[in-house]
T-cell receptor, first 113, second 109 residues
């Protein structure tokens, strides 16, 4: 079974620029999550999708972050404009259904200069 | 994570047992998870326990859950150098997971 795929693996941008991350979940997984993991901390949930609908985006900084999962499969997370404090690893995870174990991709490491 | 607490570091000798502890606050949690993270990688699901269980064993891994004290532990038997990583505890309720900040396990030969 192929795992959760994320790209790019690394991204370096200057503050105030925009950036986008892509995630392809495990086939058949209805639930998709985006997390932010700051160095030395555990992952913090940004947004959760059930199929193509948003279940929870209460922790998403909506003034600069956006995410979509238009066809209920792949998802993109965008930051515009980026701030220095956005430097982190952005992890995508998927699960068969809500409240089922989550499977993580290897993440995108974002550095803001 | 503010609702899930873990000690930051643990160091053991190869062949010894490792015990990683975690406390959580939400008594309504339905699942409790242990994940392993190696450098440059995402989180790998190791094992999980349903909240109505008090123990689960899976090869070298034993999970103990004390619901009264909201305490979860992960025991790794015969720890190997390949077990060196960061271990995250997570609680889950209504599909929302809260993670601890991880315990860095160092295994010395």
């Amino acid at each position: 079974e192929a795992g959760v795929a994320q790209s790019p693996r690394y991204k370096i941008i200057e503050k105030r620029q925009s950036v986008a991350f892509w995630c392809n979940p495990i086939s058949g997984h209805a639930t998709l999550y985006w997390y932010q993991q700051i160095l030395g901390q555990g992952p913090k949930l940004l947004i959760q999708f059930q199929n193509n609908g948003v279940v929870d985006d209460s922790q998403l900084p909506k003034d600069r972050f956006s995410a979509e999962r238009l066809k209920g499969v792949d998802s993109t997370l965008k930051i515009q404009p980026a701030k220095l404090e956005d430097s982190a690893v952005y992890l995508c995870a998927s699960s068969l259904a809500r409240d089922q174990p989550q499977h993580f991709g290897d993440g995108t490491r974002l550095s803001i200069l | 994570g503010e609702d899930v607490e873990q000690s930051l570091f643990l160091s053991v000798r190869e062949g010894d047992s490792s015990v990683i502890n975690c406390t959580y606050t939400d008594s309504s949690s339905t699942y409790l998870y242990w994940y392993k993270q190696e450098p440059g990688a995402g989180l790998q699901l190791l094992t999980y326990i349903f909240s109505n269980m008090d123990m689960k064993q899976d090869q070298r891994l034993t999970v103990l859950l004390n619901k009264k004290d909201k305490h979860l532990s992960l025991r790794i038997a015969d720890t190997q150098t390949g077990d060196s990583a960061i271990y995250f505890c997570a609680e889950s309720m209504e599909s929302k997971s809260t993670f601890g900040d991880g315990t860095t396990l160092t295994v010395k030969p």
